[in-house]
């Protein structure tokens, strides 16, 4: 696999941390990275890319005519912080590559962060909670090392430690590499409704900046993400509204049931898209149930935790279909 990685120059910086971004559930982790780049003005200067990583899957119409769109492309950005310790290194990705080769992808932004003096990385992660959209979001976090911990718990700014579970993804995984290179990692997961997933959940990037900042001893303007996080509140409530007493506009909602989740789930699956890394996962899940049809479980799994099951219904049952048929032409 050919990972192309091209610096226009190296920065030299303080102590720097690394943090790294890019789509995922909520699009929490990826929208804090853009808001971070935006508001403190971090300047470029890498660009990693990887086209075998990021097969595409779909086409892009620009100027009238078909192209195939470019993807995956990654790039390193760094900020220079005069109130505190550390200077900032940023990494975002579009897209996230398919795991099976993340391996070497991950190697590689490492590599560059050691060459930078980089010691200490963050990602960030969405965790689904039964929670109601209007609640702040906690925020948990999940480390490398027992030093870690303790250092977070006696920051004292309330944030929970997870004990057990997973962390999916390249959130988890980056973390898993770098820690076998000696780095120091922490993920900072932002509590989101089950019911949203498939939609940017700007709170949960706001609670997880409000955390970041002062780790970091950073001064970032949160009035443009809380705005949206307010839109965004305001257009699940209409929903919400309209699902419960879709006879008036003007009733007050009442307390949300499981149908009502459910058809809030498929009213927003219906308005939103999945992300494209989930997308390419449903995708290599259907070619392997295809060939193992004991996969099917696991392909299963993911579209239920994508509220997308559905979608793709048909598919799914078309699978058991061919394998019966397969089986009666081999008993004939």
């Given at each position: 696999?050919?990972?192309?990685?091209?610096?226009?120059?190296?920065?030299?910086?303080?102590?720097?941390?690394?943090?790294?971004?890019?789509?995922?559930?909520?699009?929490?982790?990826?929208?804090?990275?853009?808001?971070?780049?935006?508001?403190?003005?971090?300047?470029?200067?890498?660009?990693?890319?990887?086209?075998?990583?990021?097969?595409?899957?779909?086409?892009?119409?620009?100027?009238?005519?078909?192209?195939?769109?470019?993807?995956?492309?990654?790039?390193?950005?760094?900020?220079?912080?005069?109130?505190?310790?550390?200077?900032?290194?940023?990494?975002?990705?579009?897209?996230?590559?398919?795991?099976?080769?993340?391996?070497?992808?991950?190697?590689?932004?490492?590599?560059?962060?050691?060459?930078?003096?980089?010691?200490?990385?963050?990602?960030f992660a969405a965790m689904p909670q039964?929670?109601?959209?209007?609640?702040?979001?906690?925020?948990?976090?999940?480390?490398?090392?027992?030093?870690?911990?303790?250092?977070?718990?006696?920051?004292?700014?309330?944030?929970?430690?997870?004990?057990?579970?997973?962390?999916?993804?390249?959130?988890g995984l980056l973390l898993g590499i770098?820690?076998?290179?000696?780095?120091?990692?922490?993920?900072?997961?932002?509590?989101?409704?089950?019911?949203?997933?498939?939609?940017?959940?700007?709170?949960?990037?706001?609670?997880?900046?409000?955390?970041?900042?002062?780790?970091?001893?950073?001064?970032?303007?949160?009035?443009?993400?809380?705005?949206?996080?307010?839109?965004?509140?305001?257009?699940?409530?209409?929903?919400?509204?309209?699902?419960?007493?879709?006879?008036?506009?003007?009733?007050?909602?009442g307390p949300i049931g499981e149908d009502?989740?459910?058809?809030?789930?498929?009213?927003?699956?219906?308005?939103?898209?999945?992300?494209?890394?989930?997308?390419?996962?449903?995708?290599?899940?259907?070619?392997?149930?295809?060939?193992?049809?004991?996969?099917?479980?696991?392909?299963?799994?993911?579209?239920?935790?994508?509220?997308?099951?559905?979608?793709?219904?048909?598919?799914?049952?078309?699978?058991?279909?061919?394998?019966?048929?397969?089986?009666?032409?081999?008993?004939?």
């Open positions: 696999m050919k990972i192309y990685l091209s610096v226009t120059k190296k920065p030299r910086l303080k102590k720097p941390i690394l943090i790294c971004v890019w789509p995922g559930m909520g699009e929490v982790a990826f929208k804090l990275g853009i808001y971070l780049k935006d508001k403190l003005k971090m300047e470029e200067f890498a660009d990693l890319e990887a086209p075998e990583l990021f097969p595409p899957t779909g086409i892009w119409i620009k100027d009238n005519l078909i192209q195939l769109p470019k993807s995956g492309q990654g790039k390193f950005y760094f900020y220079k912080n005069k109130a505190g310790a550390n200077d900032v290194v940023l990494f975002i990705s579009d897209a996230q590559p398919l795991l099976e080769h993340a391996f070497d992808y991950c190697k590689r932004i490492l590599a560059l962060s050691r060459e930078l003096g980089v010691k200490r990385i963050f990602t039964a929670i109601d959209h209007t609640a702040v979001p906690e925020v948990w976090f999940s480390a490398t090392h027992k030093k870690l911990i303790e250092e977070f718990e006696g920051l004292k700014i309330g944030l929970k430690l997870l004990t057990s579970g997973q962390i999916s993804g390249l959130n770098a820690k076998e290179m000696g780095f120091e990692g922490v993920c900072l997961l932002g509590e989101i409704p089950l019911f949203t997933i498939q939609i940017e959940n700007p709170r949960a990037s706001l609670s997880l900046l409000s955390k970041l900042t002062p780790i970091l001893k950073i001064n970032v303007d949160t009035h443009t993400l809380n705005e949206q996080a307010k839109l965004m509140e305001q257009e699940i409530e209409k929903l919400i509204e309209f699902i419960q007493n879709p006879e008036s506009a003007h009733g007050a909602p009502e989740i459910e058809k809030i789930k498929k009213s927003l699956s219906l308005q939103t898209k999945l992300p494209k890394s989930a997308m390419e996962k449903i995708e290599k899940l259907f070619q392997e149930v295809k060939q193992n049809i004991a996969n099917a479980s696991e392909l299963k799994k993911e579209l239920d935790q994508w509220n997308v099951y559905k979608e793709y219904e048909d598919r799914f049952l078309d699978l058991f279909k061919k394998l019966k048929d397969k089986e009666e032409k081999q008993h004939n």
